[in-house]
């Protein structure tokens, strides 16, 4: 089955910098498209950053263009989400996840039907 494992979250200062990771298994990883998620308390869910199977196509929340940046490693089947210069509003559990279908690029919430167990990122004043 489908098993996606995230790390790397914590605790960190406003402006700076985390780094998360999400070793995923279970299915061909270079097939499929993947994203970042968050959720912050009392708010929906939301779309972070998503990438193309391949790792040429990206799609970010405007809230966070031009800080952080997907990637992903397909020989290590691992996507990760580089955060700089965190803001207080960047406060919340942040979940890989997999959609259903192969092939794309995936940027919609309801896309996406595997989800890791989530990650706190804690941005402090």
């Known amino acids: 089955q489908v098993q996606l494992v995230e790390s790397g979250g914590g605790l960190v200062q406003a402006g700076g910098s985390l780094r998360l990771s999400c070793a995923a298994s279970?299915?061909?990883?270079?097939?499929?498209?993947m994203g970042w998620f968050r959720q912050a308390p009392g708010k929906e869910r939301e779309l972070v950053a998503a990438?193309?199977?391949?790792?040429?196509?990206?799609d970010y929340a405007d809230s966070v263009k031009g800080r952080f940046t997907i990637s992903r490693d397909n020989a290590k089947n691992t996507v990760y989400l580089q955060m700089g210069s965190l803001k207080l509003e960047d406060t919340a559990v942040y979940y890989c996840?997999?959609?259903?279908?192969?092939?794309?690029?995936?940027?919609?919430?309801?896309?996406?039907?595997?989800w890791g167990q989530g990650t706190q990122v804690t941005v402090s004043s």
């Open positions: 279970g299915r061909t990883f270079s097939n499929y498209g």
């Open positions: 996840a997999l959609p259903v279908t192969p092939f794309l690029l995936r940027s919609r919430l309801q896309d996406y039907t595997y």
């Open positions: 990438i193309s199977p391949s790792g040429a196509g990206t």
